[in-house]
Nanobody
């Protein structure tokens, strides 16, 4: 069992930066693939970024490549999403997710989810 708790969301202006954190509890964190997803009002939840258990592989949705960076620190059971050059279209609830398979763009590949943290980017 893995429990996930996100933090770091907030209201920022376009062009600003935020860093989201997700702290995991449970002994299997170091073997979990981790992902960040987001869901805007009226839209389906979409993959944002993912990272393999050892950090060797990362994947990003095209719309955030070059602006967002996912990383993890297994010593403190934490995964991060550094978000730079934020745009109004990045406004969404951001969710942290954990899974046992490879990095995947599909939400069904992840078994555990956090409650989400709101990110709002004003123009």
């Amino acid at each position: 069992q893995v429990q996930l708790l996100e933090s770091g969301g907030g209201l920022v202006q376009a062009g600003d930066s935020l860093r989201l954190s997700c702290v995991a509890s449970g002994r299997t964190f170091n073997s979990n693939t981790m992902g960040w997803f987001r869901q805007a009002p009226g839209k389906v939840r979409e993959f944002v970024a993912g990272i393999s258990w050892d950090g060797a592989r990362t994947e990003y949705v095209d719309s955030v490549k070059g602006r967002f960076t996912i990383s993890r620190d297994n010593a403190i059971n934490t995964v991060y999403l550094q978000m730079n050059s934020l745009r109004p279209e990045d406004t969404a609830v951001y969710y942290c997710a954990a899974g046992l398979g490879d990095v995947s763009y599909y939400s069904r590949s992840y078994d555990y989810w956090g409650q989400g943290t709101q990110v709002t980017v004003s123009s």
